[in-house]
């Protein structure tokens, strides 16, 4: 009977030991949970960009105010019956001419969004 009590208690810690000290123990299972915990922080931070970006898809589909944003902001366009002023420092200023007939005269500009126009740069010094 002592024999089979030893042999229990040895097979016991060495079971023991493969669980807290292997590879593919404690050790392990605990940095698997800090992976898991990473990529939920991950997908929650990638999931709240694509609601964002599905709100500018639906905003860019529906309304015409995002859109006259984007034209503005991204490629210097103005409304209708509005002036572009370009305020520099510095020296006074010089009237612009306007572009040369030149071989590109001809060549068709890109479609603007309705009711804007790109703008007539108009420089005034300060």
Same mark, same amino acid.
């Given at each position: 009977m002592k024999w089979f009590a030893a042999a229990l208690i040895t097979a016991l810690l060495?079971?023991?030991? *493969?669980?807290?000290?292997?590879?593919?123990?404690?050790? $392990?299972?605990? *940095?698997? *949970?800090?992976a898991v915990a990473g990529q939920e922080a991950d997908n929650q931070r990638l999931s709240e960009r694509n609601r964002q970006l599905a709100a500018e898809v639906r905003d860019l589909k529906q309304g015409f105010v995002a859109l006259e944003e984007r034209a503005r902001t991204d490629l210097g366009?103005?409304?209708?019956? $509005?002036?572009f002023f370009q305020v520099t420092s510095g020296s006074p200023a010089v009237p612009v001419a306007p572009p040369a007939a030149g071989p590109d005269a001809g060549a068709a500009a890109p479609a603007a969004p309705a009711g804007l126009t790109a703008p007539a740069t108009h420089t005034a010094a300060r």
């Open positions: 060495l079971l023991q030991y *493969r669980v807290w000290f292997s590879g593919d123990g404690v050790s $392990e299972v605990l *940095r698997l *949970r800090a366009m103005i409304g209708k019956n $509005e002036t």
